[in-house]
């Protein structure tokens, strides 16, 4: 019998909705952390019947990666209370720390209005309510997985459902939040365990209102592993989500340098009332961001001639390079893709006569059942380039004048063919990265 992990990739694949994803991840296995003695080892004690934990389908692989001990270590970073599940899964219903009265972000906004503002302008914020989230989950009949990162606290739920799918058994959530159901991933999901705020750094316990600890997990790539890493067993060689996997085998990753040196970058500010310091931004820039993937990305456009005749014709070349993402370009959702595109317009902006727009597609494509195995990957791994070329031949009865090259680069959530099936506005799904503009006279 397929496993229910499995039918819900399968309805992914036949829904249409996914294109095709994966790439590497190793199982946690308790065993290799235990050799590493920088992890903490993991808590064999049963879980308590009806906790979250308990409610977690052990058949789902850990989202942290493992390859090795030492590549484990450097995923979790330091040691310190470990924050997040080991399988997939709602993090525990949690309590407002004393004094506070609310796990809403409204409640951080009064001391941390800074932090608040910029989570607020993040994907985090509206994990739960974009567009194309809710497309996907309207096309896979809602199921209750898909919520384990886009709503992670077990507050956020209105149903705690005991097996997977969402026809299998569920019960009432006594500590369901309307309001933190639309913060997405809030502030309570990584900062708030047990009744005490945790933080990256140390802080005295009698500088804050309320309980503090320091736990060095969110300084390194644990904090977003357990979101941005997944495979099912069986499918080790090619993980469903692999973007922690990537960054392991790349530069950065030997480096040592985490997530957090890029997508949290160092700013200075008000961080909790009128204390100013530099702090790790919380706008989290991400795949859609067009400043994050311009900081990624480089674009370098050759032409064989530097002019053009009528009837002649044009022959370029782009190059487009890694350069500042320690992950795969794009990364996560296997439906997510890359285009380059190439236009010729004429001095009036028009496309050039007897020519045509052409696009190369960059992306995954795996077989649309279990286990998945990947058929092809032409996305651009960190520090790796690729190049495109170009011939279109003028018409004779273009007129002389100066025309213009247009090199430009664009990040899709979903495909153009499946956005239209699932009706999305391209809007909705395409982020423009970059743009070169190369005058060509013509003679």
Same mark, same amino acid.
């Given at each position: 019998?397929?496993?229910?992990? +499995?039918?819900?990739?399968?309805? +992914?694949?036949?829904?249409?909705?996914?294109?095709?994803?994966?790439?590497?991840?190793?199982?946690?296995?308790?065993?290799?952390?235990?050799?590493?003695?920088?992890?903490?080892?993991?808590?064999?004690?049963?879980?308590?019947?009806?906790?979250?934990?308990?409610?977690?389908?052990?058949?789902?692989?850990?989202?942290?990666?493992?390859?090795?001990?030492?590549?484990?270590?450097?995923?979790?970073?330091?040691?310190?209370?470990?924050?997040?599940?080991?399988?997939?899964?709602?993090?525990?219903?949690?309590?407002?720390?004393?004094?506070?009265?609310?796990?809403?972000?409204?409640?951080?906004?009064?001391?941390?209005?800074?932090?608040?503002?910029?989570?607020?302008?993040?994907?985090?914020?509206?994990?739960?309510?974009?567009?194309?989230?809710?497309?996907?989950?309207?096309?896979?009949?809602?199921?209750?997985?898909?919520?384990?990162?886009?709503?992670?606290?077990?507050?956020?739920?209105?149903?705690?459902?005991?097996?997977?799918?969402?026809?299998?058994?569920?019960?009432?959530?006594?500590?369901?939040?309307?309001?933190?159901?639309?913060?997405?991933?809030?502030?309570?999901?990584?900062?708030?365990?047990?009744?005490?705020?945790?933080?990256?750094?140390?802080?005295?316990?009698?500088?804050?209102?309320?309980?503090?600890?320091?736990?060095?997990?969110?300084?390194?790539?644990?904090?977003?592993?357990?979101?941005?890493?997944?495979?099912?067993?069986?499918?080790?060689?090619?993980?469903?989500?692999?973007?922690?996997?990537?960054?392991?085998?790349?530069?950065?990753?030997?480096?040592?340098?985490?997530?957090?040196?890029?997508?949290?970058?160092?700013?200075?500010?008000?961080?909790?009332?009128?204390?100013?310091?530099?702090?790790?931004?919380?706008?989290?820039?991400?795949?859609?961001?067009?400043?994050?993937?311009?900081?990624?990305?480089?674009?370098?456009?050759? +032409?064989?001639?530097?002019?053009?005749?009528?009837?002649?014709?044009?022959?370029?070349?782009?190059?487009?390079?890694?350069?500042?993402?320690?992950?795969?370009?794009?990364?996560?959702?296997?439906?997510?893709?890359?285009?380059?595109?190439?236009?010729?317009?004429?001095?009036?902006?028009?496309?050039?006569?007897?020519?045509?727009?052409?696009?190369?597609?960059?992306?995954?494509?795996?077989?649309?059942?279990?286990?998945?195995?990947?058929?092809?990957?032409?996305?651009?791994?960190?520090?790796?380039?690729?190049?495109?070329?170009?011939?279109?031949?003028?018409?004779?009865?273009?007129?002389?004048?100066?025309?213009?090259?247009?090199?430009?680069?664009?990040?899709?959530?979903?495909?153009?063919?499946?956005?239209?099936?699932?009706?999305?506005?391209?809007?909705?799904?395409?982020?423009?990265?970059?743009?070169?503009?190369?005058?060509?006279?013509?003679?």
């Amino acid at each position: 019998m397929k496993h229910p992990a +499995l039918k819900l990739l399968s309805l +992914l694949l036949l829904t249409g909705w996914l294109a095709g994803p994966s790439a590497p991840l190793v199982l946690a296995e308790e065993e290799q952390q235990q050799d590493d003695g920088r992890a903490e080892p993991m808590d064999n004690d049963e879980a308590e019947p009806g906790s979250a934990e308990s409610r977690r389908d052990s058949a789902l692989s850990p989202p942290i990666w493992s390859a090795s001990s030492n590549n484990f270590t450097r995923a979790r970073g330091s040691s310190g209370p470990r924050l997040f599940p080991q399988r997939l899964g709602p993090i525990a219903a949690q309590e407002p720390p004393a004094p506070m009265s609310s796990l809403s972000a409204q409640a951080c906004n009064a001391c941390h209005g800074e932090l608040h503002d910029q989570w607020r302008s993040s994907g985090h914020s509206t994990a739960s309510s974009n567009p194309v989230y809710l497309a996907a989950l309207k096309a896979l009949g809602d199921p209750p997985e898909c919520q384990d990162c886009h709503l992670p606290l077990a507050n956020q739920r209105p149903y705690l459902h005991l097996g997977p799918g969402s026809s299998g058994p569920r019960s009432e959530n006594p500590s369901y939040s309307p309001t933190l159901a639309q913060e997405g991933v809030t502030c309570a999901a990584c900062h708030i365990r047990d009744g005490v705020i945790y933080g990256p750094r140390e802080l005295h316990s009698s500088a804050a209102p309320h309980p503090v600890a320091q736990a060095e997990s969110l300084r390194g790539t644990e904090a977003c592993s357990y979101c941005h890493q997944l495979a099912l067993q069986g499918a080790e060689e090619h993980p469903f989500l692999d973007t922690v996997g990537e960054w392991l085998r790349s530069p950065w990753g030997e480096a040592e340098i985490p997530c957090q040196e890029c997508h949290m970058p160092r700013v200075s500010g008000q961080v909790a009332g009128a204390r100013y310091a530099a702090y790790s931004s919380h706008g989290f820039l991400r795949q859609r961001d067009p400043q994050a993937l311009r900081r990624a990305l480089t674009l370098e456009v050759a +032409l064989r001639s530097p002019e053009l005749e009528r009837g002649s014709e044009l022959r370029a070349s782009a190059t487009l390079l890694n350069t500042g993402a320690g992950h795969a370009v794009p990364t996560g959702d296997p439906s997510h893709r890359l285009e380059l595109r190439f236009e010729l317009v004429d001095a009036q902006g028009n496309r050039a006569r007897g020519t045509s727009i052409e696009s190369h597609w960059m992306g995954r494509e795996v077989q649309s059942t279990p286990p998945f195995t990947q058929l092809s990957d032409t996305r651009l791994q960190a520090a790796s380039s690729r190049v495109f070329d170009y011939r279109q031949k003028l018409s004779t009865a273009s007129k002389a004048g100066r025309f213009t090259l247009v090199v430009s680069v664009h990040w899709w959530a979903v495909a153009p063919e499946r956005a239209k099936k699932h009706e999305l506005d391209e809007q909705q799904v395409r982020v423009q990265v970059l743009e070169q503009r190369i005058p060509v006279p013509v003679f």
